[in-house]
T-cell receptor
Framework: GENVEQHPSTLSVQEGDSAVIKCTYS??????FPWYKQELGKRPQLIID?????GEKKDQRIAVTLNKTAKHFSLHITETQPEDSAVYFC????????????FGKGTKLSVKP | SAVISQKPSRDICQRGTSLTIQCQVD?????MFWYRQQPGQSLTLIAT?????????ESGFVIDKFPISRPNLTFSTLTVSNMSPEDSSIYLC???????????FGPGTRLTVL
């Protein structure tokens, strides 16, 4: 079946450093790739997303890149801050349905002051 | 963004009983989605609920265990039936944003089954 793999499962960086989280997907029909941030006890919050007709998208300190050929997409956080500490999930749509998402297993990011 | 509320926010239930979770959205949406997040795990789609039709369930989830209602374009319920401790999870509803270009999650219902 369809699958999304996410690496690493944990990531620890110093404040100010960059963090990169990578995902691969298996469904060739996937065309929507959101990233969610989940703080402890809270709902997943959409932080950035990208569609298959775009290779890169940036929003302040956060960027996402997509390589459709290789079925890879990555989240880049620059100038990390302690408040960036959370679990980050990547997801890929099942086909064209952006609500029907297959999630990666998550990356626990810790930013040390 | 869409404003989504869920009731209850949390509950502790005895095995063998059922719990109905409500999801309310502040705008009309075509599709609503129900996800499960087991402790320390990722999110898994249970089913997609369209108004006026039967819900579509993902592999591993069945209607008898997770019946869903979708009486109108702003509301849905998910029932967890005949609960066992393995059903202890956070259950979240999800909808598309007003411009149908993003996906938002409700605050979730934390269920503990004893």
């Amino acid at each position: 079946g369809e699958n999304v793999e996410q690496h690493p499962s944990t990531l620890s960086v110093q404040e100010g450093d960059s963090a990169v989280i990578k995902c691969t997907y298996s469904d060739s029909a996937s065309n929507y790739f959101p990233w969610y941030k989940q703080e402890l006890g809270k709902r997943p919050q959409l932080i950035i997303d990208i569609r298959s007709n775009v290779g890169e998208k940036k929003d302040q300190r956060i960027a996402v890149t997509l390589n459709k050929t290789a079925k890879h997409f990555s989240l880049h956080i620059t100038e990390t801050q302690p408040e960036d500490s959370a679990v980050y999930f990547c997801a890929a749509s099942r086909g064209g349905s952006q609500g029907n998402l297959i999630f990666g297993k998550g990356t626990k990011l810790s930013v040390k002051p | 963004s869409a404003v989504i509320s869920q009731k209850p926010s949390r509950d502790i239930c005895q095995r063998g009983t059922s719990l109905t979770i409500q999801c309310q959205v502040d705008s009309q949406v075509t599709m609503m989605f129900w996800y499960r997040q087991q402790p320390g795990q990722s999110l898994t789609l249970i089913a997609t609920a369209n108004q006026g039709s039967e819900a579509t369930y993902e592999s591993g989830f069945v209607i008898d265990k997770f019946p869903i209602s979708r009486p109108n374009l702003t509301f849905s319920t998910l029932t967890v039936s005949n609960m066992s401790p393995e059903d202890s999870s956070i259950y979240l509803c999800s909808v598309e944003g007003p411009r149908r270009d993003t996906q938002y999650f409700g605050p979730g219902t934390r269920l503990t089954v004893l």
